[in-house]
């Protein structure tokens, strides 16, 4: 099967929601403690990128969820690895990922850093696929509002490729000439 990237969001368009989104940032979490808590592996470029433009002194630390393994959309069960994270006891936390589709991912994850006794936890995503939602949380700041198609680059990945791509596409399955 051929497949082709169409292009949806590209890199000036990502880097401006981005400064936005930072700008936003700085200004609510001014004189706290924040601590971003990114959501591996998806987010780490959204999260490297969102650092360097939050003109704030934060902490930063990783936790690894995985909620699509093996296959591209078919969700396996939801695997969270908190045992890498810094010290959150006290702090604003900014849990950061790099999209928004059902939710059952940031969900699952919030009650167990309350669990840890942060003194806030709030959530960021740069994409936001609005009609998939099955939770009852939504994301507190997100970037992008974008339709339910499949995405790949900036960090998002289909079956672990792509993600190196500096822009968003969505995958598009070329015509089979046979
Ligand atoms: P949720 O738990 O359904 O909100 O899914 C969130 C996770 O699923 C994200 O962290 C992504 O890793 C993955 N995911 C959801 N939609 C897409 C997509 O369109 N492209 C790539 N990964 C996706
Ligand atoms: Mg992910």
Redesign the pocket.
Known sequence: MKYRIRCHLSQPEIAAAIETLAARISADFAHRDLMIIG?LT?SIVFVADLMRKIALPHEVGMIQAS??RGTATS?GDLLIHLDAIPCIAGKDVLLV??????????AAIMPRLMEMQPKSINSAVLLW?TA?RTVNVVPDYFCFEIPD????GYG???NNQYRHLPYLGVIEQLEDPT
């Open positions: 959501i998806g909620s699509y969700p990922d790099d999209i928004f589709d059902s939710g059952q991912t940031i696929k998939r198609e499949f995405v790949v998002l990945d289909y």
